[in-house]
């Protein structure tokens, strides 16, 4: 679906015909080595040329030299980096998300010669990552390709380095990274009567391919292991449910897996507690959570990480019907525990209590992680910028906020406990389904907890970051795969040999 960039790396001092990308400072100068590459005429003319543009080589800013006196390239295109302080935490992949954003679909070269900015190999290849996710558009369903598309596929860019040897090297397992990040958005841009558990469920089975082992639950499955909340849900749907488990073994034979999980609506009406009928389109990414596991386990084995990893998907549409689960409804779950049913929108935590419990009850993870749109509140409390994170495990929120902090996938922390827990007490059953207006994430994700036993476990509340999310350097689309970049970090960083 996404038209890359054919990407060459190559030593610097050479040059194509074409685009020629350089950056300068707050001082409008590129380093000496660039500076002496393209010459002092054309140093002079950027600083001429800022001039007249009201260019201050800011951050995220970019000015356009076309047909630059004296060099034989097409357009001269002065990306800024700031001063000193701005230069210290750059976003190498928003800047990649930048650069690819200036280019016309012609040959354009960088020089990844950056003032005040060490561009290592791992840097290099994150810009390459950034350029490549800023390409993705998805256009399947589009029977009239406009003009600028075409282009756009024959576009090629040479990043010019210190090390090609080293960046390739680091790249390839970026492009498995990239791979997860486009499966992720295909599956969660995809329609709802394109895509539903079924067909999902196929998806995730196409990791085979990959050397993923897939298995897939279907209703008589699920029934059999008595997982009635789950079963609630699909049942308003003539299209069944699905439980897709995913396992990459990457790692030591007896090392203990650890375990991603994912909510897979693949649309949601709110059932017989329906929803206004604005903006319910949106609820075909009501499966993210899913898509973003499918596209970490694409990742993941694509690049062969060394790591035993359990994927694991709940696949459901939550429809109106005769056969709807109603409000009052009590479900019994695989954990035995019972959950009264007052509002059938509040469908997430039930796919995912019996989904939780049978993952840390087959496989025994070292930890859990969820992903789930799972609330409209968590956009009340962190809009677009933020996903919920829950926890009951210290040392695992910490990582998590960590990496995301590192991906510009960001997280904050929110609270569970107690107080929560109690809003879930229900009068005919262990727990109901709904905790109340106030801290509805936080009720959501209590009920959550009484799934996971002691397994470490961490909840991401991804219903403001998964889609329609701001626009970004690196995300066009609607889809943004949140989440594929974070979690591989996180395996990267702590549970790789
Ligand atoms: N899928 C929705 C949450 C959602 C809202 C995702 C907006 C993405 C964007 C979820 O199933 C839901 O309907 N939650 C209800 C819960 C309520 C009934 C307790 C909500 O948030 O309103
Ligand atoms: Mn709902
Ligand atoms: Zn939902």
């Given at each position: 679906?996404a ?24 001082n ?19 600083a ?32 800024g ?38 561009v ?147 649309f ?10 604005a ?56 954990s ?49 910028e ?78 403001g ?13 609607w ?18 040999a």
């Amino acid at each position: 679906m996404a038209e890359s960039f054919k990407i060459d790396f190559q030593p610097h001092g050479k040059v194509e015909s074409g685009d020629l990308i350089v950056f300068v400072g707050d001082n409008l100068k590129p380093t000496p080595a660039v500076a002496k590459l393209i010459g002092s005429k054309a140093v002079d003319l950027i600083a001429k040329a800022a001039s007249a543009e009201n260019f201050k080589g800011k951050p995220k800013s970019a000015m356009t030299i076309v047909v630059p006196n004296g060099l034989t390239v097409d357009r001269l295109i002065v990306i800024g980096v700031g001063g000193e302080k701005e230069r210290a935490d750059v976003d190498f992949v928003q800047l990649g998300g930048l650069i690819s954003g200036k280019t016309n679909g012609k040959t354009a070269t960088a020089v990844l010669d950056l003032p005040g900015i060490q561009v290592s190999p791992e840097a290099a290849a994150d810009i390459a990552l950034g350029v490549q996710m800023r390409r993705y558009s998805f256009d399947r369903y589009k029977t009239k390709k406009k003009d600028e598309d075409e282009k756009k596929s024959a576009a090629r860019l040479v990043l010019s380095v210190a090390d090609p040897a080293a960046v390739k090297k680091v790249y390839k397992a970026r492009e498995s990274v990239l791979q997860g990040v486009n499966l992720a958005r295909d599956l969660v841009n995809e329609p709802p009567n394109v895509l539903g558990p079924q067909e999902f469920a196929a998806r995730a089975q196409e990791l085979t391919k990959l050397g993923v082992q897939v298995e897939i639950l279907d209703d008589k499955a699920m029934k059999k292991l008595g997982m009635g909340a789950l079963l609630g849900v699909a049942q308003g749907s003539v299209r069944g449910g699905r439980i897709a488990i995913m396992r990459w073994n990457g790692g030591k034979a007896n090392d203990k897996p650890i375990a991603f999980i994912g909510k897979g609506v693949v649309f949601d009406t709110g059932g017989i507690s329906i929803k206004p009928a604005a903006g319910m389109e949106d609820m075909k990414g009501d499966m993210a959570g899913a898509a973003c596991v499918v596209g970490l386990m694409h990742a993941l084995a694509s690049r062969k990480a060394k790591a035993n990893v359990v994927g694991a998907i709940g696949l459901v549409e939550n429809m109106p019907d005769g056969n709807a689960q109603r409000p009052g409804d009590i479900v019994t779950t695989m954990s035995g525990q019972t959950i009264e049913i007052i509002n059938t929108d509040a469908e997430g935590r039930l796919v995912l209590a019996d989904v939780l419990w049978y993952v840390q009850d087959r496989f025994k993870p070292k930890f859990m992680v969820d992903l789930a749109t799972l609330t409209g509140a968590i956009l009340v409390a962190l809009a677009q910028e933020y996903a919920g994170l829950f926890s009951n495990n210290d040392e695992l929120a910490e990582r998590l906020a960590v990496a995301g902090k590192s991906t510009g996938e960001r997280v904050w922390r929110m609270p569970i406990g107690p107080e929560f827990d109690k809003m879930i007490e229900s009068k005919f059953a262990d727990m109901k389904n709904t905790g109340g207006r106030f801290g509805g994430s936080s009720s959501a994700a209590a009920l959550l907890q009484r799934f996971v036993n002691d397994t470490p476990w961490a909840h991401l509340d991804i219903a403001g970051t998964a889609m329609g999310s701001p626009q970004s350097e690196i995300n066009r689309g609607w889809a943004s795969g949140w989440g594929v970049r974070l979690l591989d970090r996180l395996v990267r960083d702590h549970y790789e040999a």
